[in-house]
């Protein structure tokens, strides 16, 4: 799994490089330091570290799952559910369904509980940061007044 | 104008009546962020900024900075009566504190850390009224090789002091200053890494990425290794009864503890990249030695339990001295501090408390009242605060989830950086799973354009040559520093102090 990610970080890592050195220019027409001069210093240490690290850990133990991981990937797969709905239901009809789904998987069997809290507390962010500090609160794409 | 006319003045700011009642929230809400495990100051202070806008800046910024040092304090109720710590700087705390709650001194302990920490709290405050003046008028001769050469000092000092291993600690700073390099580059006029986005023109907006690695990353990482499964069932009892209160030979004991651990922790505070987690561990370390009954540390010495206290609560308070005097932050939570004087157009550096006397004395000033009001809330409210701990994760975690979201959309009303807040929150998942350093990251996002600017600047005004770094007396002074903090770090990681 480390290997993963720093295998990732090395890739992304390997593309910010190879843009720095093919579309930024290390010295300006004035002839000073131009917009390419630290993110090559940047882009080539991230990548030389990066490999490095790759080459020492590679015999490192692996690393076990914690049991808890399907929570944690369902968990973040609402997170980002939650975050595409905003654009479609509007701030208040998609953080009651959020709070509504997490409540259900995370607190099982208390179903008042579950409803009072899922439909409260997406009411009390909405007057929180709609109505008192009139902040943007996004309006989605079925056009409800909320 | 002397110090107690400038605190004459920021105490008048600072008791008018609205910042009176913002330092109160702030200090009730730094409370509960530090009772919360797996949401700190810096994700609480991101996600609470949108929520200042409307405040006028002085009073916004008393309140975050009270929510940052409120944090402080309520770390360490949990760290004493469930052994795990609110916040990494009380995990020295559960050493002596949980020992002391299982031997049936659960109420002296807590009233004794409150104590420790408004001792380190105050002393702190009176050191930043001492020196914050002197230390602008040093900085005032700063140029760009000691700008980049500060920026430098406090990140190598964070990824060498906080544990973990080094390579992944410079890793994640390299990937905070390659995103500080997204936008318009503001010498020439060129574009970098930008891809046609109107978005990413002014830059990756370190809001949303502090918002998404220590809100939503800690909370993954939190339900990864079952925070929500666990419940408070551990919770030691006590009872506010006569044996509530510590005894006189607990106050003889740990006098001189108390103002040492309060001068090493502003030291260490005022110090870069250091912060409250290294100077409460140190104190640990230090007290422990200079004890006549070093034995005792670890089963429940009040020592072991007030000095750690005392000294993260002065180093919480050293730490502003940086912040204030050069605009440097030495940690997440105050770089995300920075973020809010930026957003209100003050400008932290060496002139800050001669052109705005008003808002930097009047937040040292809060910082006192601040202090008093914490002291009064640990000693009078725990109760309360001991309910909380007892409210479970699994229902605090999909609120944490709806404010950071909401919280960053209302900041800009994008949903580009609403999803660069969950992908940065997937980032500070695996970084904080495989030992990578999400305060190393926003504080090289912070201060990477401060870094490459000063950096640019110094090499053009010395034609290209790095002796510029030690010709001057104060750039050898701060390289001086730097290597004494960089080899005191390595002696820790050799003597295994932060194991």
């Known amino acids: 799994m480390r290997a993963g990610f720093l295998g990732g970080v090395l890739l992304a890592a390997a593309g910010y490089t190879w843009l720095a050195f093919a579309e930024l220019a290390w010295l300006s027409s004035a002839g000073r330091l131009g917009p390419g001069f630290f993110p090559r210093i940047i882009g080539v240490s991230l990548v030389a570290l990066c490999a490095y690290s790759l080459l020492i850990d590679r015999g490192a133990s692996r690393e076990t799952l914690t ?19 905003l654009d479609v239901l509007g701030g208040l009809l998609s953080t009651i369904a959020f709070m509504a789904a997490a409540l259900w998987i995370l607190n099982r069997g208390r179903h008042v509980q579950n409803a009072v809290l899922a439909l409260a507390l997406p009411l009390c962010m909405y007057l929180i940061f709609r109505v008192w500090l009139n902040a943007a609160v996004p309006r989605g794409m079925l056009g409800l007044p909320f | 104008m002397d110090i107690f006319g400038n605190l004459l003045l920021g105490l008048s700011v600072a008791i008018s009546p609205i910042n009176l009642a913002y330092l109160f929230i702030g200090v009730v809400i730094g409370m509960v962020v530090g009772i919360i495990p797996g949401f700190g100051p810096a994700a609480a202070l991101a996600v609470l900024l949108p929520v200042t806008f409307g405040m006028e800046p002085t009073g916004a910024v008393i309140m975050l900075a009270a929510i940052y040092y409120g944090s402080q304090y309520g770390g360490t109720i949990t760290s004493i009566l ?30 004794m850390q409150a104590v420790a920490s408004f001792i380190g709290g105050t002393l702190g405050v009176i050191l930043i009224s001492v020196l914050a003046p002197a230390f602008s008028l040093v900085t005032r001769s700063f140029g760009p090789p000691e700008f980049f050469l500060l920026v430098m000092m406090g990140l190598s000092t964070l990824i060498v002091m906080v544990g973990g291993n080094w390579r992944y600690g410079v890793i994640s700073a390299l990937i905070g200053f390659a995103l500080g390099t997204v936008g318009v580059d503001l010498e020439t006029g060129n574009s970098r890494f930008t891809f046609g986005s109107a978005e990413l023109i002014e830059g990756i907006d370190f809001i949303p990425i502090a918002i998404g690695l220590f809100g939503l990353g800690e909370l993954y990482y939190a339900f990864y290794t079952g925070l929500h499964a666990s419940g408070s069932g551990g919770i030691v009892q006590y009872q506010k009864e006569r044996r509530f209160w510590p005894t006189l030979a607990d106050f003889v004991e740990t006098r001189v503890t108390l103002v040492r651990s309060s001068l090493l922790g502003f030291i260490i505070g ?48 050293g730490a502003m001295v940086p912040l204030l005097t050069l605009g440097i932050p030495g940690s997440a939570a105050t770089a995300v501090l920075l973020a809010a004087f930026l957003l209100w157009g003050l400008t932290p ?61 209302s900041v800009n009303g994008s949903i580009v950086e609403t999803w660069l807040m969950f992908a940065a929150g997937l980032a500070g998942f695996f970084m904080k799973r495989h030992g990578f350093s999400p305060a190393a ?47 005191l770090g390595i002696l820790m990681r050799r003597s295994g102090v932060r194991e």
């Open chain 2, 270 to 317: 005022v110090i870069p990249g250091a912060g409250a987690t290294i100077a409460s561990l140190m104190s640990y370390s230090v007290e422990k030695s200079a004890s006549r009954t070093p034995e005792k540390f670890g089963k429940g010495a009040m020592a072991g339990l007030v000095g750690p206290e005392a000294a993260n609560n002065a180093a919480s308070s």
């Open chain 2, 441 to 487: 990251l926003v504080l090289a996002l912070v201060l990477g354009p401060l870094g490459e600017q000063s950096l640019r600047q110094s090499l053009t005004i010395s034609g290209g040559s790095f002796s510029i770094f030690v010709d001057r007396a104060a750039s050898l002074w701060i390289l001086g520093i730097t290597v004494a903090v960089l080899g």
């Open chain 1, 67 to 85: 049991p808890y991981w399907r929570t944690t990937v369902v968990l973040a797969a609402l997170s980002a559910l939650f975050v595409a709905a």
């Open chain 2, 349 to 409: 550096g060496p002139l800050l408390m001669a052109q705005k006397p008003e808002f930097a004395w009047g937040l040292i000033a809060s910082m006192y009242l601040g202090n008093v009001a914490l002291l009064a809330l640990n000693v009078f409210a725990i109760p309360l605060f001991v309910q909380m701990i007892k409210l479970p994760y699994r229902l605090l975690a999909p609120s944490v989830i709806l404010i950071c979201t909401i919280g960053t959309y």
């Open chain 2, 82 to 111: 469930l052994n795990t710590p609110g916040e990494s700087s009380s995990v020295a705390a559960t050493f002596d504190g949980y020992p002391l709650a299982q031997q049936g001194r659960a109420g002296p302990a807590l009233v």
